[in-house]
């Protein structure tokens, strides 16, 4: 199926031109019969000399009615721009266009209508003239009469040849069925109606709504006036929604894939039309078929923030259209650059953001997402419109790859500097390293630890066989507490017995390096070791074991098994006399 839209000045001859192609009557109320008008969309669809079907949302070409017009062509990719022989171009005619190429329609054919009344020549020109500047381009014409049915074989003809150059539908894409029409059906319910642009829909599908806990369930679905139990993009499309009420949902309401969309009231876009500086503080956004009062923030020449007064599932990428209803005034189409911007609290934060803006087009850039947000959740981007096709560094979490590589030094200068200060503790708690890196989740800390760092127990540190018991590390770091300044006074028997420390204790105070061993039951703290060669070098040398005790001011108890051990390790050699020299 293949889905256009019609647009052009009022009485133009929109809706005669869609019955007489149709059969079907667009103007569906009472009223609308009455005044000859159309006021609200209109839906029907024809088959074509090719098989195909085309479907037509028939607009309102009235003045007051453009917010009912934009919302049938937000969601459509197609236009059937329809003008009068007799009348030519006119306000609406332009102000429609304007609409379309707000919105970037670049697929189109133009219909002068009520060719029974007056040459189609001079309205073609002019008309083929206008849309030619706009994203619509080169159009074919066709001049036609709903009255007398001239021309409409050959419309039918270019309506089969836009349908062909139309892209394909990508129909494993996300649904987002902007809602056009809601009604009440008796026996079935809620039904609401748009047009499927890209994706799939099934009886029995959940669904999201934006503001609704829960999702909606499709109970059933309508195509071209009939049940289906699916329906593929493009399509018209009318789902009936289990449980729904009514009032729940209307115009400018979406039906989502779960988890696929965000819903944002704060957005960076580019603006297509006029510059932002001339731009009204409040405007109309028209998107899909909502349309939402905004508040344009400028930020760069080109760029501006857009403060929703409801929230809408949109993605990066989107067009849409800024509206003046003041003035009756399309001011220009914009595309969504970014879905969830940084708030700009600090001064001078608007301008580096236009800067940060300037670089963005637009189109989903998974590397530029990253660089920008650093660390994000693969949930997060999809929900934006970014396709994720990297892989997540821990948990669904993604991170720019230079940024992470940073985060991994900082990790190991964090942990080696915790244990400086705290050098008796078996490593940082893995919470106090997230604070310390500014991480939302410690699942990323973990996964920021490699070897030779390990984690122990919730800690980081040094890959240790023996980490320390917490109530010997507390035992150990009383010891230094006590015995800091004293360094060669080993805590005599019954006060190491006081602290808790007992010969298992010191075993694994010494086997994780906190502890030095001199004999049992003498124990200095490790440092103590360079100290006393230290103090030692500075004695005459070769100097006895009376200078030395004298010096280190310490006890024979600490000072004859010190001085083994120094020997031992060739720090201080023993002579024949017994005296000692310092070995440098
Ligand atoms: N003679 C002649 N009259 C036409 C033709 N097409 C439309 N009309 C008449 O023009 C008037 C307006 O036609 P509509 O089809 O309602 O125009 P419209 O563009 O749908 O108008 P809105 O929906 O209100 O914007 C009606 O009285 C039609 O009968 C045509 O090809 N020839
Ligand atoms: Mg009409």
Do not use: C
């Not at 059937?80 to 707000?102: K, N």
């Not at 298992?504 to 049992?520: F, K, M, S, T």
């Amino acid at each position: 199926m293949f889905v256009v839209a019609t647009a052009g000045h009022v009485d133009h001859g929109k809706s005669t031109l869609v019955r007489a192609l149709t059969g079907m009557e667009p103007d569906r109320w009472a009223e609308e019969r009455r005044r000859g008008m159309t006021i609200d969309l209109g839906f029907a669809w024809t088959t074509l000399p090719s098989g195909g079907t085309v479907a037509f949302v028939d607009v309102p070409g009235h003045e007051r009615f453009v917010p009912n017009m934009l919302a049938g062509v937000g969601p459509v990719p197609a236009a059937l721009i329809v003008v009068a022989a007799d009348e030519g171009w006119m306000p609406q005619s332009a102000e429609h266009l304007a609409a379309l190429d707000a919105l970037g329609v670049a697929y189109g054919l133009l219909a002068v209508t009520r060719a029974d009344l007056a040459d189609p020549g001079p309205a073609t020109a002019r008309a083929r003239a206008e849309i030619a500047e706009t994203s619509l381009g080169a159009v074919p014409a066709v001049a036609v009469s709903g009255l007398t049915g001239a021309g409409l074989p050959q419309l039918r003809a270019a309506l089969d040849r836009l349908a062909a150059q139309l892209p394909a539908p990508v129909v494993d894409d996300p649904v987002r069925l902007w809602v056009d029409r809601s009604f009440t059906v008796r026996g079935s319910g809620t039904v609401v109606t748009g047009t499927l642009g890209a994706g799939r829909l099934r009886v029995g599908d959940e669904l999201e709504l934006a503001g609704a806990d829960e999702p909606v369930r499709v109970r059933g679905l309508h195509s071209l006036g009939e049940a289906r139990p699916e329906a593929a993009a493009v399509a018209r499309v009318a789902v009936n929604l289990r449980g729904t009420p009514r009032d729940r949902l209307g115009r400018g309401d979406a039906l989502l894939t779960p988890g696929r969309f965000h819903h944002t009231d704060l957005v960076d876009v580019r603006l297509a039309g006029d510059p932002a500086a001339d731009l009204p503080a409040t405007l109309t956004l028209h998107v899909g078929s909502a349309a939402v009062p905004v508040r344009v923030r400028p930020l760069g020449p080109d760029t501006v923030r857009l403060r929703l007064a409801r929230p809408l599932p949109l993605l990066v990428g989107d067009r849409a259209l800024l509206r003046d209803p003041g003035r009756h005034h399309v001011s220009g189409g914009v595309r969504v650059l970014d879905v969830a911007p940084p708030p700009l609290g600090r001064r001078g934060a608007a301008a580096a953001r236009a800067q940060v803006l300037a670089e963005l087009d637009g189109r989903p850039d998974l590397a530029g997402e990253l660089r920008r947000r650093r660390l994000i959740r693969a949930g997060a981007l999809i929900r934006m419109g970014v396709p994720v096709h990297a892989e997540p560094v821990a948990g669904d979490w993604l991170a720019d790859p230079a940024h992470w590589r940073r985060l991994g030094e900082q990790l190991t200068e964090e942990v080696a500097r915790h244990a400086r200060e705290h050098p008796l503790e078996p490593g940082m708690p893995v919470d106090a390293l997230r604070q310390r890196l500014a991480l939302p989740d410690r699942v990323l800390v973990e996964a920021l630890v490699r070897p030779p760092l390990r984690i122990h127990a919730g800690r980081v540190g040094a890959a240790s066989a023996n980490a320390l018991p917490e109530p010997v590390a507390l035992a150990v770091q009383r010891v230094r507490a006590e015995y800091g300044d004293r360094p060669f006074r080993a805590p005599e028997a019954d006060r190491l017995v006081d602290l808790g420390l007992g010969p298992r204790e010191i075993g694994a105070a010494v086997r994780a390096g906190a502890l030095l061993r001199l004999a049992d039951n003498v124990v200095l703290l490790p440092d103590a070791l360079d100290d006393a060669v230290r103090v030692l070098a500075g004695l005459p040398q070769p100097f006895t074991l009376s200078a030395a005790r004298q010096a280190l001011d310490t006890t024979r108890r600490v000072a004859v098994p010190l001085l083994e051990l120094l020997d031992r390790r060739g720090a201080t050699r023993r002579l024949p006399d017994d005296a000692r020299i310092v070995v440098t």
